[in-house]
Each structure stands twice: as structure tokens, then as C-alpha cells.
């Protein structure tokens, strides 16, 4: 490579680094993508109004003083899909911020948005499976909220839960603990669950049999961490995928995140439907899975731990963090190639969750 | 996955390049060009560069449908957008692209219905549940496409659904390739040939090109070995001294195209005069509009366009970039003040165009050359 090209690449790796400009006067669908956009508007306008230290860890979940908080809000569309439903997976995802946070998940809060003219039955059975998910779960809702807006104003039912959970001591999840060395582990294939949606939306026409991954992670997240030492640190790749949480611990960590394409377990009906609607299987919404970077002597341990859970069964190492290049995360693709996966940019699938 | 798992082999590849390594001249650069954007995205998607000769230079060409739409039509779309009463539906690569009053996706926030569609049948059906609106399809893309909207036009009539409009943007290839071959910075060893396109159209129309510019041409498939063959192929050609068109993409291209999908085209669209290309400029006879026939289907006829023509902004090099004369990189504003999230030109927003293919997947720094005292 010419050094003019490298003295560009550089410019545009110090530009990436930069605190973000929200530039835009209104809001897109892309601001909710979990991409660039989202990062942008959460860093420059978010955490600029209502900065501060703990906020400003930008972490699945807030830690104070031992305890886990988090909040999450799911749009999903439609409400119930092939797997599960809005109610189902506003406990899961709640509980899997928690988890990846190295928490114990002890109660959840929710609230309801209703549109007038909502079926009370739809309501009914929302609030029924988001019961048996908490039952299962060990987690119960213990507080909530409903208002109910006109018709037109709402699609539906808007759900928003918020979690709590307590941190043991010796836990501790943090980009700051990834080294050079350390292997990436995804607990089974990705894409599943935004691919399920879209399917569902009756829209692509594609004749799949393909369910939803929505699953509480904290039994997995525990068991992992009670059972192998050298876990560093934990995410669950929901909106923008497994691409998108990698490219924010290669950033946090200004380390390469090397991942290799033939490694990464997707199914191939995840793989198809990608292929045709022309997105790539790394951005898609995962509802059950989760990526740790765990150190390289404990890798195998890490994995058979992983394996040992029905949840997780097809886990899998799929990479490794390498000094070089910083702050990017690399694909060694199954054709012999290298190329860059970048923060998502835009919104090829809005309302996933 | 069947059928894509073995097109994209990284053990035949090496042997693929060994053979084309074998068939190089040393000490030479074969410049070859890729027509297609899809072919620019299957080369970063998967990294074929770095497989690839070093020797072996490819260059980005004009085929990628959303990258040649000038300002002035994107402004005409937003204006057709902006009407009350309309529905208007387009291809979601085309909702980012920047006119010279921002873009559909800035539109549908500011209150315009702007849907996303995979295809202007689901355009169609839009009309048809929505009999009170004008529903409007931002038809784009060469002969690839230029079918699918000429079978909806077809339908619509069929179906009597008079409240469908096409906002006809389809380009044809061959002008855009003869544009590059009289270009007076052309420097290239031979074409990869588009492949979708030529399912269409077939291979002989590119017979001028080996003819009276004698430089190679190999239509190719998408997946990356099949661009991977189609280098063998060029290359082999160059050493062997023909200058010919041949067919990597036997598996979907015939010689003569496809008689059906052509006939479509000819019953619902004819040529322009002249139409605009971005970075490329007017060229005669390179675009198609609807027929008389359809004049109630068009959406050009129906409104009132403001038609105006926007400069593309000065610091914007994408017809550079288009004619394969400057590489991504080497525009003055790439990756600062033209960024995927921000474009400024039209390469930096489709994944087909070559900006955006190279900031998305490319950006990686390799070890410098060496270069000579």
C-alpha cells in the first residue's frame, strides 16, 4: 500500500475517535438501529445532558455498590412470532443485560404502553408468557406501570422492563481485563431471532421454519462463571448483532477483535435468508446467545462449560483479540480474505426487539 | 449452505491464483475493471484483493444502480415524496442517498410516507390496498431491473390498477461502458463483465468492445470464486494473446439473454434521448422511459418535477471514482467529510458502491511499498 493511502486510513481511524457530533435535526429509524447512529445520539446528546460517571460506562447495566440496574425497551413487531413474544422477550432481554453484567438478576419492573383499542386477550397473553418467562426464570415482576394512549398513537403495546440484580463479589466484567491472547466465544448461532421477525412479517414471502432464540442467559452466565476462571467480560449481541458489540470492545479496548468467518456458527436457513434480503448474518438480533472473551488458557474450559447448558449447546470459539490493527475488528473470511466489520451504519431491519 | 458453500472454497482459491500467478507477465500491472457493483461488494466482502496476485490491480466501474442517479432526480423523487397524498415506495439503498434537499430517510422523518420495498410488485400491492393514494415505485438499476418494473407496469395495466406510478430511472449498460472506453484517462487490460445485467441482455452486446477497443471481456458471477475464474480467464486471454468475450456465469447467462424479460422492456420503456448520469455526465441514449402507451402510469407525466439539474457538491469525486480513474481513497473527502453515516456522493451509500465497499470492508492498512530511490 502506497503511504498517501495510509496516511488517509489514519486520518479516518483518529475521525472514528472522536467524541460523535449529532448533526442530524430529526430522528431516523436509524438512531434506534444500535449502530452508529444509536452511539451517536446516546454519546452526544444523552450522555451530554445527563452525564455522569456511572452513565457514562455506557455498560449493559449501571453498577453501584454491588447491585445491577438496567432498563430496556422492546417495540417488537409483530408482538408475537415464531418462539415467542413482546412479553417473553422483554424478561429475557432484561434479564441478559443483567447477566452479561456479571449480575444475579433478583426482580424486574415493567411498564405498558397500550393503544387504545388494544384486544385485552392479546394483553392477556402477553402478560401471561411474560409471567411464565419470570417463573422460569426465578425472576419475578414485582412492580408496573400502565397508561394507554389514542388510537394512531401507539402500535400496539409498547413494553419497557427494568431489572435489578446483585453483583458477587470477586465479579468483575470490564473491557479493561481483555488482552492480547484472549479468544471470543459465541454461545451458538447468530442471527436467528431478527431473521425469525422478519420472516414473520409475512413481507420477504421466504417459506422457513425458523424460531426466535429468546432465552434467559443468568443460569448460563453463572454457571460459566462459577465453574471457569480467566472470563473477562461478557455482552449479549441483541440490535446490531455480534459486528456491533465487537466493534465496541475493539474500541473500549483499542485492540483487534481477529475473527474467523468459518468459525462462526449461523444456521443455514439464517444464512439464505441474509443472503437474499442482501444483510449480512454479523448485524442480525440475537435474543439467547452471548459473546465472551474469555483468557486463551481457558478457552477449551470456557467452551465445554458453555456446552454443557442446553441453551448453548453449539457454542463455539470464533477469534481471538490481536494487538493490531487498534480499535477494529477483523474478519478472516472462509474464501482466504481479510476485510474490516464496521459499526452498523443505517437500518436494514427496524423493530427487532 | 449448498450452492454458495462452493463458490467461496479458500482451497480452490489458492489454486485458482496459482494458476493465474503462473500466467502473468513479471514485472507488469494488469489493470482490469469490474462493471458491476455487485461484483465491487463480493471483492471487499470477501477479501479477493488480498487473495489476488498482487499484480493484478482492480478497478471499481460505473454499475452500481444507486451510485450513478444524479442529485436532480433524487430532488425530483423528494418533491413526488413530499405530496400529501402519495405513497412513495423505493428500494431501501436508495433512502440515504443525498440530493440536494436531503434524502427520503430525512423525508419519511419529516412526515412523507416512504416505504421500503424488495420489489415493485410489493409496490403494486401497496396500490392496490391503498386505492385513494397514488402509490409512486422509484424505479432504478440497469436491465437487472428494468424487467421486474416493466412486468409491474404490465400487471398494473392488466389489473387496471390506475393509481401506481413509476418514477422511471433505469439506465442501460453499454453506454456507460463506452463512456469509460472513450474516456481519455482510460488505462485498463480488460472488463469483468457484469453478470445479473447480462442474464438479460445476453454477451453479444459486448462485442464492440473486444472488436474496437480489444480489451477482453468476461461476464462473471458473483460469488467470489467465480470472480476469481473470470481473472483466470482475462488473464489467460492476455497471455494467449485473444482478445474475446467469454461466460464465467454459465449457469445463469445465456448468449442471446433473456428473450422474455427483453420483450417487457421493449413493450413498457423505450430510450431516452439523453439522461444524466452521476460523475459521468449526459450521455445519448444511455436511460429508458415509459412508452406512450403507459403515459397514465408515469409518474413524470403525472406531477409537476422540479427537473432541475444540482451540480454534484465540488469536493465530491465520485465520477472519478466511477470512471476507475482515482481509488476511493484517493478522493479528497473520503472517510472525513464523506462518511458512510454522512455521504456526500452516491459511493459512499450503496454497499455496491465503491466508497462505501472499501470504508465498510477495505479499510485495512497493509505493509507500504517498497518504493524505488
Known amino acids: 500500500m502506497s503511504a498517501r493511502e495510509r496516511e488517509v486510513l489514519e486520518a479516518v481511524e483518529r475521525l472514528r475517535r472522536l467524541r460523535p457530533k449529532l448533526k442530524d435535526e430529526l430522528i ?71 447477566a452479561v453484567s456479571g449480575a444475579r438478576p433478583l426482580c424486574l419492573c415493567a411498564g405498558f404502553v397500550i393503544e387504545e383499542g388494544f384486544p385485552i386477550a392479546d394483553l392477556r397473553r402477553i402478560a401471561a408468557s411474560m409471567g411464565e418467562a419470570a417463573r422460569a426464570a426465578g425472576v419475578p415482576v414485582v412492580a408496573g406501570d400502565t397508561k394507554v394512549v389514542e388510537r394512531g398513537h401507539g402500535d400496539g403495546v409498547y413494553v419497557t422492563t427494568t431489572g435489578i440484580g446483585v453483583i458477587d463479589e470477586g465479579v468483575e466484567l470490564s473491557p479493561a481485563n481483555v488482552q492480547v491472547g484472549d479468544r471470543i466465544l459465541v454461545s451458538g448461532p447468530m442471527g436467528d431471532h431478527g431473521v425469525a421477525i422478519m420472516i414473520a412479517r409475512g413481507a420477504l414471502e421466504l417459506e422457513v421454519e425458523l424460531e426466535s432464540d429468546t432465552a434467559p442467559l443468568h443460569a448460563l452466565v453463572g454457571d460459566l462463571l462459577a465453574s471457569c476462571e480467566g472470563v473477562r467480560w461478557l455482552r449479549d449481541p441483541t440490535r446490531g448483532g455480534l459486528a456491533t458489540v465487537l466493534n465496541e470492545l475493539a474500541l473500549a479496548t483499542e485492540l483487534a477483535v481477529v475473527l474467523d468467518e468459518g468459525a462462526i456458527p449461523v444456521r443455514p436457513e439464517v444464512t439464505g435468508a441474509c443472503e437474499i434480503l442482501g444483510i449480512d448474518p454479523l448485524y442480525v438480533a440475537n435474543e439467547g446467545k452471548l459473546v465472551a472473551v474469555v483468557a486463551r488458557e481457558h478457552a477449551e474450559e470456557a467452551l465445554e462449560a458453555l456446552r454443557a447448558d442446553r441453551v448453548a449447546r453449539d457454542a463455539a470459539i470464533v477469534g481471538e483479540v490481536q494487538p493490531d490493527p487498534p480499535g477494529l475488528v477483523v474478519l478472516e473470511t472462509s474464501f482466504g480474505g481479510r476485510r474490516i466489520v464496521d459499526m452498523l451504519v443505517g437500518d436494514p431491519l427496524p423493530r427487532i426487539c | 449452505m449448498r450452492f454458495v458453500d462452493e463458490y467461496r472454497s479458500g482451497d480452490v482459491a489458492r489454486r485458482v491464483t496459482a494458476e493465474i500467478q503462473a500466467l502473468l507477465e513479471p514485472n507488469r500491472t494488469y489493470k482490469l475493471m469490474e462493471v458491476c457493483g455487485g461484483h465491487t461488494h463480493t471483492i471487499y466482502k470477501h477479501g479477493i484483493e488480498q487473495v489476488l496476485p498482487e499484480q493484478i490491480d482492480l478497478i471499481h466501474g460505473p454499475g452500481c444502480p444507486v451510485c450513478v442517479i444524479p442529485m436532480g432526480r433524487v430532488d425530483d423523487a423528494l418533491s413526488i415524496a413530499a405530496r400529501p397524498n402519495v405513497i412513495f415506495t423505493t428500494f431501501g439503498d436508495m433512502m440515504r442517498v443525498p440530493g440536494g434537499n436531503g434524502s427520503l430517510l430525512e423525508a419519511k422523518a419529516a412526515g412523507a410516507d416512504v416505504r421500503m420495498v424488495y420489489s415493485p410488485l410489493d409496490a403494486l400491492k401497496v396500490a392496490r390496498e391503498n386505492p385513494d393514494r397514488d402509490v409512486v415505485f422509484f424505479a432504478i438499476g440497469f436491465e437487472t431491473t428494468a424487467p421486474s418494473t416493466a412486468l409491474t407496469l404490465l400487471r398494473a395495466r392488466d389489473e387496471g390498477i390506475r393509481n401506481f406510478f413509476a418514477f422511471c430511472n433505469h439506465v442501460t449498460i453499454i453506454p456507460a461502458i463506452r463512456a469509460i472506453l472513450t474516456s481519455p484517462d482510460f488505462r485498463l487490460d480488460g472488463f469483468i463483465g457484469p453478470g445479473h445485467v447480462s442474464t438479460v441482455i445476453g454477451t453479444r452486446p459486448y462485442e464492440f468492445i473486444v472488436r474496437d477497443y480489444l480489451k477482453p471481456l468476461v461476464v462473471a458471477g458473483f460469488e467470489p470464486l467465480d470472480v476469481l475464474q473470470a481473472v483466470w480467464m482475462i488473464a489467460r486471454q492476455l497471455a494467449e494473446r485473444r482478445c474475446e468475450v467469454e461466460n464465467q456465469y454459465t449457469r445463469v447467462v445465456r ?96 454497499s455496491e458502491g465503491a466508497c462505501a465497499a472499501y470504508y465498510n470492508y477495505g479499510r485495512l492498512t497493509r505493509p507500504l511499498e517498497v518504493v524505488a530511490s
Not at chain 1, 440496574?69 to 417473553?88: H, N, Q, R
Not at chain 2, 465540488?314 to 466511477?322: H, S, T, W, Y
Request: proline content about 5%.
Open chain 2, 255 to 350: 448468449e442471446e439473454g433473456n428473450p422474455r424479460a427483453l420483450e417487457a422492456i421493449a413493450e413498457t420503456m423505450e430510450l431516452r434521448t439523453s439522461f444524466e448520469w452521476r460523475g459521468l455526465g449526459f450521455i445519448s441514449q444511455s436511460a429508458l422511459k415509459l412508452r406512450d402507451e403507459f403515459a397514465h402510469w408515469d409518474a413524470e407525466l403525472r406531477y409537476d418535477l422540479p427537473g432541475v439539474r444540482v451540480a454534484d457538491p465540488k469536493a465530491c469525486q465520485c465520477g472519478e471514482v466511477l470512471k476507475g480513474v482515482i481509488k476511493p481513497w484517493e478522493c479528497k473527502v473520503f472517510g472525513t467529510a464523506c462518511t458512510p453515516e454522512r455521504p456526500i456522493g452516491t459511493c459512499m451509500v450503496s
Open chain 1, 28 to 98: 431516523t429509524l436509524a438512531h434506534g438501529a444500535g449502530g452508529r447512529a444509536s452511539r451517536v445520539l446516546v454519546e452526544a446528546l444523552f450522555l451530554e445532558e445527563l452525564g455522569n460517571p456511572v452513565l457514562a460506562e455506557l455498560e449493559d447495566a449501571a453498577r453501584i455498590d454491588g447491585l445491577a440496574l438496567t432498563t430496556d425497551s422492546y417495540v417488537v413487531k409483530p408482538l408475537f412470532f415464531p418462539g415467542g413474544d413482546i412479553g417473553e422477550l422483554a424478561v429475557n432481554g432484561t434479564i441478559n443485560d443483567l
